[in-house]
């Protein structure tokens, strides 16, 4: 390098602007988070971080995250896949007639994720093997295929009641006895645990294993993807199928919380994840976003939907302002690829 | 000088359907060689580092590695032998860092327990180590490529082919998309290799490039092969003229 270019880069770079851009590329979402909670905990000073309000923001996200996660893996290899809540909905559906079939119940809770992963393998397939143009095209198809055959099998009605072991998973309670005294009526969800615990896997998935650093390349350039070797279609039905899973996890989560299986179930929340993971920063052309900022999408949502309940705000301008968080999440990403990157 | 040969082909041709795309070609490569390739749009010169990368296999005709008759069946049965590519289309990704793109498909992993998993540590240490053993400077590893101008993104397409001990290395117009002042760079680059003990074939439009780091060029006009000299012996009209079809 020339000492001018040098010279060039430095100036360029030295500017407060750019130079904050990282530092909120990082750590701007968990701001975000931070503003949120203070804000409704100054207008809901009694309600909003009560145990009983902040478990059941838990609660509520904790299956919704399931397919943000499997979305957003989708979304860095440029793909997109809408299907995630017809694949809940079907795998909810599985679960629930072979509940009712009187299978043990370590059959059942394997059910929804078995579905999940099946469905998602077809998409996988679908995308590679039938050489879609766009994998919005399979997955639309899958939309309507999956939640059809959900309502094939169940007759379009609702199933309801499943064995308290089923239910564990979405409903269960980790009882803090030991810290707040006998009978205490706090406690930790098991589905924060399981989300948890689930979001570390896949971020060392996503970080530290080879396969996840091919998934951010084909994101990046499926044409370097292969000529480095990498097989981008069985890496594709490896994300594909890995998203299909998680809606099933995410559907095993609802089975145990809604203690049914119905017909709307996981309607449009495709949407949902697919506006979480754009929150969290990930970008839509691919390659770009982490497990962290998924997470964060997914609470950004959840608290936002929660606080604006708590202030009885109507569900109409929840739609408006959810709407309003994408496209401003949007336009930031494209401020910053506009300036970080030299051409 | 023929002990030290690395690569031959032996008429080769290649022919798609009626078309003729190369014809008995005839090329040999010796050990910390720069050839140059020359020839006007559709001499064959792509086709026949194709076939030489085993990209494409050829129609008739015999490839020699270390003087061994070999057969290539893709891209990969050419870098086990040690030789690579460099893409002119910079077959890179923008989103990752260097290292990660020099060693992409090829991460250093580390086993815990049943599980692999990447060796950030050693990457990074690799990285640095081969960065410096070209004289590549970057800042650091760690940055992304899409941040790189454009010599320096092909310095790291030309250190990614070589991270792996590559004894041969072919580039297709290595400058053609560089800004003038980064031209340099790039050749500056070329002669390291050659003093590295890596032969290098160099596909190039432009004389400066051929005039600057090559031992040794040679013509193709029309599939077939139609001139070669030692680069003393020769001067910038006179493989102009090749390129045109003209020999005096």
């Given at each position: 390098m020339d000492h001018g270019e040098e010279r060039l880069m430095d100036k360029n770079q030295e500017t407060l602007f750019v130079r904050l851009i990282p530092f909120f590329e990082r750590y701007g979402i968990l701001l975000l988070i931070l503003i949120m909670i203070a804000v409704l905990h100054l207008l809901q000073p009694d309600v909003f971080l009560s145990w009983r309000n902040v478990t059941n923001v838990f609660k509520q996200v904790s299956w919704q995250s399931m397919l943000a996660l499997g979305v957003f893996m989708v979304i860095v290899t440029a793909g997109i896949d809408l299907s995630v809540g017809s694949i809940i909905m079907l795998s909810l559906m599985g679960l629930a007639i072979a509940s009712k079939a009187g299978m043990p119940w370590y059959v059942v809770m394997l059910v929804a994720p078995a579905i999940g992963f099946l469905c998602g393998m077809f998409n996988g397939i679908g995308i590679t093997?039938?050489?879609?143009?766009?994998?919005f095209i399979m997955t639309l198809g899958t939309l309507y295929i999956f939640r059809g055959i959900g309502n094939l099998i169940s007759g379009g009605v609702p199933i309801t009641g499943f064995a308290e072991e089923i239910r564990v998973i979405g409903n269960g309670k980790i009882k803090l006895d030991a810290f707040f005294?006998?009978?205490?009526r706090e406690y930790i969800p098991t589905s924060l645990i399981l989300m948890i615990v689930i979001f570390f896997i896949f971020w060392i998935f996503l970080n530290h294993t080879r396969i996840g650093k091919w998934i951010y390349a084909i994101g990046g350039n499926p044409g370097a993807a292969r000529a480095a070797g990498i097989n981008v279609d069985r890496i594709l039905i490896v994300v594909y199928t890995l998203c299909g899973f998680l809606a099933g996890i995410g559907g095993l989560i609802l089975a145990g919380r809604t203690n049914s299986a119905y017909p709307?179930?996981?309607?449009?929340s495709e949407l949902d994840a697919i506006a979480a993971v754009i929150i969290g920063g990930?970008?839509?052309?691919?390659g770009r976003g982490t497990v962290l900022g998924v997470f964060a999408g997914v609470m950004i949502m959840g608290i936002l939907r929660n606080g604006l309940n708590l202030m009885n705000v109507s569900v109409f301008w929840q739609q408006v302002l959810i709407g309003s968080i994408i496209i401003l999440a949007v336009y930031i990403d494209v401020l910053r690829r506009q300036l970080a990157t030299r051409t | 000088m023929s002990d030290n040969l690395v690569l031959e082909a032996k008429s080769v041709s290649k022919f798609f359907g009626t078309i003729t795309?190369?014809?008995?070609v005839d090329l040999h490569l010796n050990k910390g060689e720069v050839l140059g390739v020359v020839g006007d749009n559709g001499a064959g010169k792509s086709t026949l580092m194709k076939v030489l990368s085993g990209l494409y296999k050829p129609s008739e005709g015999s490839l020699f590695f270390d003087k061994e008759k070999v057969t290539l069946n893709s891209p990969r049965d050419s870098q086990n032998l040690g030789l690579e590519m460099v893409y002119q289309d910079l077959?890179?990704?923008?989103?990752?860092p260097i290292g990660d793109n020099i060693f992409l498909g090829r991460e250093p992993t580390r086993k815990v327990g049943p599980f692999n998993f990447l060796d950030h540590k050693k990457r990074k240490q690799l990285t640095e180590e081969h960065l410096a053993k070209l004289k590549i400077n970057v800042?650091?590893?760690?940055?992304?490529?899409?941040?790189?101008s454009g010599g320096q993104r092909q310095a790291v397409a030309i250190a990614r082919a070589t991270?792996?001990?590559?004894?041969i290395v072919l580039m297709d117009e290595?400058?053609?998309?560089?800004?003038v002042k980064e031209v340099g760079k790039v050749l500056d680059l070329i002669l390291n290799l050659k003093k590295l003990g890596v032969s290098v074939i160099v596909i190039s439009h432009r004389m400066d490039d051929i005039f600057t780091v090559c031992d040794r060029v040679m013509a193709l006009f029309q599939g077939t092969n139609f001139a070669q000299s030692e680069?003393?012996?020769?001067s910038r009209d006179e493989v102009i003229g090749w390129i045109m079809g003209k020999k005096d």
């Open positions: 093997l039938l050489r879609m143009p766009h994998p005294g006998e009978g205490a709307n179930a996981g309607l449009q990930a970008s839509f052309f691919g | 795309a190369l014809q008995n077959a890179l990704a923008g989103n990752l800042k650091s590893a760690d940055q992304k490529v899409e941040e790189l991270a792996f001990n590559a004894k290595p400058t053609a998309a560089l800004a680069l003393k012996n020769t």
